[in-house]
Each structure stands twice: as C-alpha cells, then as structure tokens.
C-alpha cells in the first residue's frame, strides 16, 4: 500500500502568524500553490490558503452589504452590484492584515507512514486540500490532493506494467 512518504512534497513552503496575507498570496501566486502551514517557533499553528483570502473579502463585502438593508415588506432584498475596484479594494484592505487573523487554526495533520487511502479519507470527510506531514513533532513535508492524484496514477500505472509482464 502506497505511503504517505512516498507521495508528500517534502519541500514545505511555509508562512509565520504575522506574514501580511498579500505577502503570503503572494508566496501562492509564486510558487503556483493554494496553501501552505503556518509556522511559530517550529510548531504548526494554522494553514493559510486562497480560501482563507475569498472568505475574508467575501465576509467584507457582506458586511459592507448590511449597510443598506432591504427595506421591503416582500422581504425581497435588492443588492447592490460589487464591482472589480470594490473587490479591489477589500482584498487590500484584508492584505494589510497578518495571516493570523484569517488562517485556518484547525489543522489536521498526519503522519508519513500512513497509507494513502487514510489520507483520502479524512480529505473527503473533513473537505481538507492538505495536510502538513509531521514527523516526531517536526514539519517533514506537505501531502495535497495533488499529490495523492499522482501517487494513485503512478501506483496503478506500475501496476498494469507489472501485471503485462506475467
């Protein structure tokens, strides 16, 4: 069975609490990743992801919405068109912030030994896209949905070759 070790990113790019989100999705756009850990002192303390950002902007726009409540006795609420320069300007307004404010604290995290199908598991339970892999307490990589794709693909690729030979 396919391991966790054999699979991860064992170059983990990885942000502090007090990284300013448009730094850290900066360090996304760079590096063509949708996540990464959080890190304070060598511990995990949470995962920052492009998630995080749209829901912050997403939150800020609603707020921003409850300044005009619908004052309709049909309860049909009429909303306001956002616009791009709107969008624009809540993304920088939540950029200025540390990571900490908008990271992910619930972090999930696995051991390289495990076997894949354990991974997927609590991917698709818990709707989590990675998973730091953490070694006697230290950060020794990253597993993602990718990841395992390309292990499964791999694994029964090897395995239709091995099972022409016979």
Same mark, same amino acid.
């Given at each position: 069975?396919?391991? &966790?070790?054999?699979?991860? +990113?064992? +170059?983990?790019?990885?942000?502090?609490?007090?990284?300013? &989100?448009?730094?850290?999705?900066?360090?996304?756009?760079?590096?063509?990743?949708?996540?990464?850990?959080?890190?304070?002192?060598?511990?995990?303390?949470?995962?920052?992801?492009?998630?995080? !950002?749209?829901?912050?902007?997403? +939150?800020?726009?609603?707020?921003?919405?409850?300044?005009?409540?619908? /004052? *309709?006795?049909?309860?049909?609420?009429?909303?306001?068109?956002?616009?791009?320069?709107?969008?624009?300007?809540?993304?920088?307004?939540?950029?200025?912030?540390?990571?900490?404010?908008?990271? *992910?604290?619930?972090?999930?995290?696995?051991?390289?030994?495990?076997?894949?199908?354990?991974?997927? !598991?609590?991917? &698709?339970?818990?709707?989590?896209?990675?998973?730091?892999?953490?070694? #006697?307490?230290?950060? !020794?990589? /990253? /597993?993602?949905?990718?990841?395992?794709?390309?292990?499964?693909?791999?694994?029964?690729?090897?395995?239709?070759?091995?099972?022409? #030979?016979?």
């Amino acid at each position: 069975m396919l391991k &966790v070790r054999e699979v991860m +990113t064992k +170059t983990v790019t990885t942000v502090t609490p007090d990284t300013l &989100v448009k730094d850290a999705a900066a360090i996304l756009a760079l590096r063509n990743i949708s996540g990464v850990p959080v890190v304070d002192g060598g511990k995990i303390v949470g995962i920052f992801s492009e998630a995080d !950002v749209l829901k912050s902007i997403k +939150t800020t726009k609603k707020d921003m919405r409850l300044i005009y409540p619908s /004052i *309709s006795t049909l309860g049909i609420a009429f909303q306001e068109e956002v616009t791009q320069r709107e969008i624009i300007e809540a993304y920088e307004e939540i950029g200025r912030k540390p990571v900490k404010e908008i990271m *992910s604290t619930r972090v999930v995290t696995v051991a390289p030994d495990i076997p894949i199908n354990e991974v997927i !598991v609590q991917m &698709v339970q818990k709707s989590i896209n990675r998973l730091p892999v953490v070694d #006697k307490n230290v950060l !020794v990589g /990253i /597993i993602t949905r990718g990841d395992v794709i390309r292990g499964l693909a791999v694994e029964h690729a090897v395995g239709e070759v091995e099972g022409n #030979k016979s």
